[in-house]
């Protein structure tokens, strides 16, 4: 008898006991932080680890982190939640379906030109607002792309979310990775600009013609859709508009005014309400709408917590500054090609303890910095070294919690991702690392 892959949620279980079972391997320690002067950030001192008596955590408390991660991400559970209760409104009203429609009629003939302005608008969203979590809410739309495109949901969430990742990765705007990185190194924020959106471009282009090829190369069925869009009207114009306005508005808020999940969640709650009312679904039926949305995404949501609860884990029997001393100190003394390939992998190993990419940053470039400079290797490594490997790993790692919601909500095995997405994704870290053993030479 076949045994079936585990469920997301056996998965992130499993995690949290595995972690619970380090606390009791690992030695616990620390490093001394301090705040660096050009951020204002709170950075960690490199030299200044030291080993402390070892914390063991009861099994109760490997439980009770369970519900205080829910809570810890509780504000990403809300916003799940509501945007993504109001885009089940939009879908209910059928002004999704009918967009689809007129957008799939508008590039009939051309679904190859469809995808690559997919793939470059997620990753546009990636490069400057690291959008992840975001497309949770955008699942619907997925979907009923890829019903009606005839291509397999798991290459339109590449096209949508590795995309958005992807961008992240190789982005010379990333506030939360690239640039943060580049305050933390005290190197020019301009540094290494064209460098990366070379790379970044050279990526993508691979990225996006390997995802198209792969969706429709596994796609078992075809079968011909005919049919004849409907007339998009005023009132699914009108809730379109909403819809795709308030992205828009999300993206502005983010960069402009630094809005929070909160801000977000308050916005669409409008909207999703608006264009209830607007859709003719009435005051009670926008209502029922809205909560049936909510139980399609309590499963996404819960995703996030438990994500959560695993670094929860490693923090409460202080780990994690353990784990990042065991994989940085054998560096030092290796030849620059091989300690740059070691500082990669060992960020793309840290980077599963430590699902925050701009927590990662804070964590680890202040710890290699001084490795690259022992080495006389340009700084610029240890923030392109960082940045690569924390973005990439969010395509796979399974505490991201973001990743983790979107398959959920699409419907795919975490088993299945992993299938589909790997050997693409093992180019992408082919290409990261000829950037880095490129970049020894440029930025020398």
């Given at each position: 008898m076949k045994l079936a892959f585990p469920h997301l949620l056996v998965i992130l279980l499993a995690f949290i006991f595995v972690s619970w079972l380090a606390t009791f391997v690992v030695p616990s320690g620390n490093f001394k932080r301090g705040e660096d002067q050009l951020s204002g950030r709170e950075v960690v001192l490199p030299g200044s680890f030291e080993t402390q008596e070892k914390i063991h955590l009861g099994i109760d408390e490997m439980f009770i982190a369970i519900p205080e991660g829910i809570i810890l991400g509780s504000e990403i559970l809300v916003l799940i939640l509501l945007i993504g209760g109001a885009f089940y409104v939009v879908e209910k009203t059928g002004a999704l379906q009918v967009g689809v429609e007129a957008?799939?009629?508008?590039?009939?003939?051309?679904?190859?030109?469809?995808?690559?302005?997919?793939?470059?608008?997620?990753?546009?969203?990636?490069?400057?607002?690291?959008?992840?979590?975001?497309?949770?809410?955008?699942?619907?739309?997925?979907?009923?792309?890829?019903?009606?495109?005839?291509?397999?949901?798991?290459?339109?969430?590449?096209?949508?979310?590795?995309?958005?990742?992807?961008?992240?990765?190789?982005?010379?705007?990333?506030?939360?990775?690239?640039?943060?990185?580049?305050?933390?190194?005290?190197l020019d924020v301009a540094e290494g600009l064209l460098y990366r959106m070379v790379f970044f471009g050279i990526a993508l282009a691979i990225w996006t013609f390997l995802m198209i090829?792969?969706?429709?190369?596994?796609?078992?069925?075809?079968?011909?859709?005919?049919?004849?869009?409907?007339?998009?009207?005023?009132?699914?114009?009108?809730?379109?508009?909403?819809?795709?306005?308030?992205?828009?508005?999300?993206?502005?808020?983010?960069?402009?005014?630094?809005?929070?999940?909160?801000?977000?969640?308050?916005?669409?709650?409008?909207?999703?309400?608006?264009?209830?009312?607007?859709?003719?679904?009435?005051?009670?039926?926008?209502?029922?709408?809205?909560?049936?949305?909510?139980?399609?995404?309590?499963?996404?949501?819960?995703?996030?917590?438990?994500?959560?609860?695993?670094?929860?884990?490693?923090?409460?029997?202080?780990?994690?500054?353990?784990?990042?001393?065991?994989l940085f100190s054998p560096l030092e003394n290796l030849p620059s090609q091989i300690a740059v390939a070691g500082l990669f992998v060992s960020q793309c190993l840290i980077h599963i303890p430590v699902p925050s990419t701009s927590g990662q940053n804070v964590l680890t470039i202040p710890l290699a910095v001084p490795l690259m400079d022992l080495l006389g290797i340009s700084r610029q490594l240890a923030v392109l070294a960082?940045?690569?490997?924390?973005?990439?790993?969010?395509?796979?790692?399974?505490?991201?919690?973001?990743?983790?919601?979107?398959?959920?909500?699409?419907?795919?095995?975490?088993?299945?991702?992993?299938?589909?997405?790997?050997?693409?994704?093992?180019?992408?870290?082919?290409?990261?690392?000829?950037?880095?053993?490129?970049?020894?030479?440029w930025f020398a």
């Amino acid at each position: 008898m076949k045994l079936a892959f585990p469920h997301l949620l056996v998965i992130l279980l499993a995690f949290i006991f595995v972690s619970w079972l380090a606390t009791f391997v690992v030695p616990s320690g620390n490093f001394k932080r301090g705040e660096d002067q050009l951020s204002g950030r709170e950075v960690v001192l490199p030299g200044s680890f030291e080993t402390q008596e070892k914390i063991h955590l009861g099994i109760d408390e490997m439980f009770i982190a369970i519900p205080e991660g829910i809570i810890l991400g509780s504000e990403i559970l809300v916003l799940i939640l509501l945007i993504g209760g109001a885009f089940y409104v939009v879908e209910k009203t059928g002004a999704l379906q009918v967009g689809v429609e007129a957008l799939i009629t508008k590039f009939r003939g051309n679904t190859f030109l469809l995808l690559i302005f997919l793939s470059l608008a997620f990753s546009f969203a990636g490069a400057t607002i690291a959008m992840q979590e975001e497309i949770i809410a955008m699942t619907p739309i997925l979907l009923l792309l890829s019903k009606k495109l005839q291509y397999d949901i798991k290459s339109i969430v590449g096209l949508t979310l590795g995309s958005s990742l992807l961008g992240a990765a190789f982005s010379p705007i990333n506030p939360f990775n690239g640039l943060l990185g580049q305050k933390l190194a005290q190197l020019d924020v301009a540094e290494g600009l064209l460098y990366r959106m070379v790379f970044f471009g050279i990526a993508l282009a691979i990225w996006t013609f390997l995802m198209i090829r792969k969706g429709r190369s596994n796609v078992k069925v075809q079968e011909e859709l005919s049919f004849e869009p409907s007339s998009i009207g005023w009132r699914n114009g009108l809730i379109l508009l909403l819809s795709m306005g308030g992205i828009i508005v999300m993206g502005w808020g983010i960069t402009q005014y630094d809005w929070g999940y909160n801000e977000m969640s308050a916005l669409f709650f409008v909207i999703g309400i608006s264009c209830g009312l607007i859709g003719k679904l009435g005051i009670n039926g926008t209502a029922r709408t809205y909560s049936a949305g909510f139980g399609e995404l309590i499963l996404p949501g819960v995703i996030v917590g438990l994500a959560r609860s695993v670094y929860l884990v490693l923090e409460k029997g202080q780990i994690i500054d353990s784990i990042i001393y065991a994989l940085f100190s054998p560096l030092e003394n290796l030849p620059s090609q091989i300690a740059v390939a070691g500082l990669f992998v060992s960020q793309c190993l840290i980077h599963i303890p430590v699902p925050s990419t701009s927590g990662q940053n804070v964590l680890t470039i202040p710890l290699a910095v001084p490795l690259m400079d022992l080495l006389g290797i340009s700084r610029q490594l240890a923030v392109l070294a960082t940045q690569y490997a924390s973005n990439l790993m969010d395509m796979l790692s399974p505490t991201n919690a973001g990743m983790m919601a979107i398959i959920a909500a699409v419907g795919v095995q975490y088993n299945d991702w992993i299938k589909f997405i790997f050997k693409t994704w093992l180019v992408l870290i082919g290409i990261s690392l000829i950037s880095l053993f490129i970049a020894l030479i440029w930025f020398a």
